[in-house]
């Protein structure tokens, strides 16, 4: 769409910025939303706020602003997403029930990233459009945008069919000050709580640095494999495909209460990052993305199962996510700008890689010794 309009290209990268900056700027409001109400219907509701934001985009609102309504759409229906699995499961199920859910959710990414393109290919999806007439109507990239809009429309039928349960944390007060005051209170609750303390910090480092390094994998796709984009963005879903293979081993061999076990899989994940650097042969790297994705999952997994639980028992399920997400994507805002001032700086991709993954294993290893500690004291 941006391409369609002669929009900047930086306008690209621009446009991520838009849409995380309701998960930030929202978070004191969309954790109370998602508690306040059946979370079946707070998804119900924010599909379609996410509909309005590509029906905007279709009516001809810039893409960036567009976007942005997609966004506030996104930021409120993840608490509810995420929180139902404390509502209808106990403790025990929660590390299986993650599993499943970041299954998912990466197979959708995956799906998405491969249809995504297949429906703005001018050679496909403008030769389908052409023999239904569709393309007296639509451009190619507006008829993909028509696609996703039946795509949450049937999304928001099936959030029609999710059972109804009691509400347990719904908030007393729903003045906006009240609000800010109850999120500033719940972040340094669950900063407080020495369970809660050590999943938040490394489900913060799993999202900031699994942002950037997409990135960092593009660039250095180019430069160690000569890899064009198009075949650079397809070797990163072998990494997609080893958070979905580590999430599924997390969850039949990890339980809630050992999940704090799994750190030291975040210090060999730094290591293997820094790996990277030599290789070159396209099949190696598959292999290196691919273990690279299943320590992901692994650690990150019963962490997201931890921080959901302790978040239910401290404030509800829907204020945790919230600051989870508040914090993931201060952290993403964090890291993307190191990147990009190391990008703009000049400093070799090599160099940049080693930096990233020194940076994982001693942030990990800060966190797994300070735990023990806390343990010990």
């Known amino acids: 769409m941006l391409k369609e309009i002669s929009a900047p290209k930086w306008h690209v990268p621009l446009l991520q910025e838009f849409f995380i900056l309701s998960y930030i700027l929202l978070a004191p409001f969309v954790g109370p939303y998602a508690d306040s109400m059946p979370k079946g219907r707070v998804m119900f509701v924010t599909n379609f706020i996410k509909l309005a934001g590509c029906l905007a985009m279709l009516a001809g609102m810039p893409p960036l602003y567009a976007y942005a309504i997609v966004g506030l759409g996104a930021a409120a229906y993840s608490p509810a997403k995420y929180g139902i699995l404390t509502e209808y499961l106990p403790p025990r199920e929660l590390v299986k029930a993650n599993s499943w859910m970041e299954g998912a959710t990466v197979a959708a990414i995956v799906l998405g990233a491969v249809f995504g393109g297949l429906m703005i290919s001018p050679k496909l999806a403008g030769a389908f459009m052409h023999h239904w007439g569709l393309d007296a109507w639509f451009s190619v990239p507006q008829f993909a945008i028509v696609v996703i809009v039946f795509l949450y429309l049937g999304a928001a039928w099936v959030n029609l069919h999710i059972p109804v349960v009691a509400i347990d944390h719904k908030p007393p007060r729903k003045n906006p000050v009240f609000l800010l005051y109850d999120f500033m209170h719940s972040f340094r609750l669950l900063w407080k709580d020495p369970l809660g303390q050590v999943s938040l910090a490394v489900t913060t480092l799993f999202w900031g640095v699994g942002a950037t390094l997409r990135l960092v994998v593009l660039a250095w796709a180019a430069f160690n494999l000569k890899f064009e984009l198009t075949h650079a963005t397809q070797l990163t879903a072998m990494s997609a495909v080893g958070i979905a293979v580590g999430a599924a081993i997390a969850g039949k061999w990890v339980k809630l209460e050992d999940s704090v076990k799994v750190l030291p899989a975040g210090i060999i994940l730094g290591l293997t990052v820094i790996a990277m650097i030599v290789v070159t042969d396209w ?95």
């Open 283 to 377: 099949r190696i790297a598959a292999l290196l993305l691919f273990l690279i994705g299943v320590l992901s999952g692994f650690f990150v997994v019963p962490l997201n199962a931890l921080l959901q639980h302790r978040g239910h028992l401290l404030m509800g399920a829907g204020h945790s996510i919230a600051i989870q997400n508040f914090n993931e994507n201060l952290g993403i805002l964090v890291l993307l700008g190191a990147y990009t001032f190391m990008v703009g700086n000049g400093v070799h991709i090599h160099w940049v890689i080693v930096t990233f993954g020194l940076f994982i294993s001693l942030a990990m290893t800060v966190i797994w010794r300070r735990h023990r500690y806390d343990q010990v004291h």
